[in-house]
Structure formats: structure tokens, C-alpha cells
């Protein structure tokens, strides 16, 4: 069993939340450009991008919530899920070693 998948998918959920965080810590403070990442899958594995937002010339925050409250969720929920599948492999491995033994 490998487990370097889901500690990727943890570590890329992680840079997710942490760019969102970020971005709805400075709704309030003017003209600041959120950053935006993204998601992707790159050879089995996931990985995120980053970069700023684009411009739209606003002397406000630009920060989205609509946009920011759903991607914490989401970041939420992928670690979660993977942590879970983790602890799975942990208990079956466990279980495996014990009828062996």
C-alpha cells in the first residue's frame, strides 16, 4: 500500500486552504488582488497553482467570498477524506500483522 498519493492530495488541499485563508483575511484591505490556485492532476498526482488574480482595477479588496467560502470547503473536505483513507490503510495493514502473527 501507498500512501504518498493521499499525503500529496493532503499537501495540495493544505496550499489551497492556505491561499484562501489569505485571501478572506484581506477582504477589508484595500486594493489587495487575491491570489488564485487551482487544482490539478499531474501524473497520479495532485498539485496546485497559484497565481494572482487578475486585476480589475478596484481600489477595494477583491477578494470573492462566493468564490473563497466553497474552495475552504472543499480544501476541508479533501483532507478529511484523505486522512480517512490513511487511517484505513493504517487499520488494514494492523489487521494484516496480527493474522500473520
Given amino acids: 500500500m501507498n500512501i504518498s498519493n493521499n499525503i500529496s492530495s493532503i499537501n495540495a488541499h493544505q496550499t489551497l486552504l492556505n491561499a484562501t485563508a489569505n485571501n478572506v483575511a484581506n477582504v477589508n484591505t ?4 487575491p491570489k488564485d490556485a487551482k487544482i ?5 498526482s495532485l ?14 479588496s477583491q477578494t470573492d467570498l462566493a468564490k473563497e467560502i466553497p474552495n475552504e470547503i472543499i480544501a476541508q473536505d479533501g483532507v478529511a477524506v484523505n486522512v480517512n483513507v490513511i ?8 489487521t494484516l500483522l496480527d493474522i500473520k502473527a
Fill in 30 to 33: 484595500d486594493g489587495f488582488i
Fill in 40 to 44: 490539478s492532476n499531474q501524473s497520479n
Fill in 47 to 60: 498539485h496546485v497553482n497559484i497565481r494572482e488574480a487578475d486585476n480589475n482595477g478596484s481600489k477595494r
Fill in 87 to 94: 487511517k484505513t490503510q493504517d487499520e488494514m495493514m494492523g
